[in-house]
């Protein structure tokens, strides 16, 4: 999964081929209209830098752990009117901690504001899962509502399962 400009650049570069396009949908610049790719097909292997494939922005934090708080269990839905969702550092960023899948989990505010610079031990707060990094597919998936292009591929290339698990992320 990638974002529509990035396709056209791999289709345009001759690095990708447009397998299934939005019917009646052109994207245009000022020389060309080609099809709005919805399914492509890599010609040949694309490198991904590892530090992009590891990198840890909020939104795949949040849909790694359902948009949940790891501390209080409250989803984001529940939260009070000035709370959000954020992302707490276990081992806190001020004593040494890093910002990798293993250290960082969601907690509302309140729930980062209380924990503040302490270890989970030392103020008794355990995330509801151990945090480990997630299958970047997964992630893309999550926070990307499928088209139904899109969906017959999955259910093609990975199963009715798999098309069920990433619909109900
Ligand atoms: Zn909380």
Not at 105 to 124: D, H, M, Q
Not at 136 to 144: I, N, P, Q, S, T
Request: with cysteine.
């Amino acid at each position: 999964m990638v974002p529509v400009r990035r396709a056209l650049r791999l289709v345009i570069d001759g690095k990708a081929e447009i397998v299934e396009a939005d019917a009646g949908r052109l994207v245009r610049s000022q020389a060309v209209a080609v099809p709005r790719p919805a399914v492509i097909r890599l010609v040949r292997f694309v490198h991904v830098p590892r530090r992009f494939r590891r990198q840890v922005t909020n939104t795949f934090l949040f849909a790694r752990d359902g948009y949940r708080c790891q501390f209080c269990r409250r989803p984001a839905g529940s939260l009070r009117h000035r709370e959000c969702l954020t992302r707490d550092h276990l081992t806190p960023l001020s004593r040494g901690g890093t910002n990798e899948w293993t250290n960082v989990v969601t907690a509302c505010s309140t729930c980062n504001t209380r924990k503040g610079n302490r270890l989970p031990e030392e103020c008794g707060m355990q995330p509801m899962h151990v945090p480990a990094e997630p299958h970047f597919v997964h992630l893309a998936w999550a926070v990307r509502r499928l088209t139904p292009v899109q969906a017959r591929y999955i259910r093609l290339f990975y199963g009715a399962d798999t098309l069920a698990t990433l619909r109900g992320l």
